[in-house]
Antibody, heavy 117, light 112 residues
Framework: EVQLVESGGGLVQPGRSLKLSCAASGFTFSNYYMAWVRQAPKKGLEWVATISTSGSRTYYPDSVKGRFTISRDNAKSSLYLQMNSLKSEDTATYYC??????????WGQGVMVTVSS | DVLMTQTPVSLPVSLGGQVSISCRSSQSLVHSDGNTYLHWYLQKPGQSPQLLIYRVSNRFSGVPDRFSGSGSGTDFTLKISRVEPEDLGVYYCLQSTHFPWTFGGGTKLELK
């Protein structure tokens, strides 16, 4: 069974940093692209970042490019999202997702990030 | 960015009934490889999204055949027949043909 478990969320002040983690199990992690998708409170879904199997290629929308960095450790079956220069509009639930054949097929339960002073 | 427009925003339904949700894109979702990367998700209350349909009409593992997807180009439809209580929630379409990948705004399926 595919399992994705996020951690590392919390309350952070604007301009500060936070790093999210996602522990994967139930599949061969190193064979799959992985992604982060977020959902602001009572809002829709927004793709945030994707990383290739080896980690050599990363993709971001303009809204987070230059501030967020996605990375992975295949030996630990873990995915990360380093978020810098956080803004209030980054407040959201962040989901880790497996990104396979151009679709997010499995999702974690999500972790809440609140950016507020 | 490709704009994904879902209608309706809210969709009242009776259990056992049939409904359709529309998703329209601001440009064609046919990829240069010939595939159309339009997918459907359901987010049940308090849960993370779950994949229902990928590439327009392919049901994901474990998804009942009450769910069907169709469409082409810029116009897509998700049909749900014999609606059951566990089908209630918010439905989203996603396009992954064009970068950045974008979601529709959601359609809330709720009981009449």
């Amino acid at each position: 069974e595919v399992q994705l478990v996020e951690s590392g969320g919390g309350l952070v002040q604007p301009g500060r940093s936070l790093k999210l983690s996602c522990a994967a199990s139930g599949f061969t992690f190193s064979n799959y692209y992985m992604a982060w998708v977020r959902q602001a409170p009572k809002k829709g879904l927004e793709w945030v970042a994707t990383i290739s199997t080896s980690g050599s290629r990363t993709y971001y929308p303009d809204s987070v490019k230059g501030r967020f960095t996605i990375s992975r450790d295949n030996a630990k079956s873990s995915l990360y999202l380093q978020m810098n220069s956080l803004k209030s509009e980054d407040t959201a639930t962040y989901y880790c997702a497996r990104h396979h054949s151009a679709v997010f097929d499995y999702w974690g339960q999500g972790v809440m990030v609140t950016v507020s002073s | 960015d490709v704009l994904m427009t879902q209608t309706p925003v809210s969709l009242p339904v009776s259990l056992g009934g049939q409904v359709s949700i529309s998703c329209r894109s601001s440009q064609s979702l046919v990829h240069s490889d010939g595939n159309t990367y339009l997918h459907w998700y359901l987010q049940k209350p308090g849960q993370s999204p779950q994949l229902l349909i990928y590439r327009v009409s392919n049901r994901f593992s474990g998804v009942p055949d009450r769910f069907s997807g169709s469409g082409s180009g810029t116009d897509f439809t998700l049909k749900i027949s014999r609606v059951e209580p566990e089908d209630l929630g918010v439905y989203y379409c996603l396009q992954s043909t064009h970068f950045p990948w974008t979601f529709g705004g959601g359609t809330k399926l709720e009981l009449k």
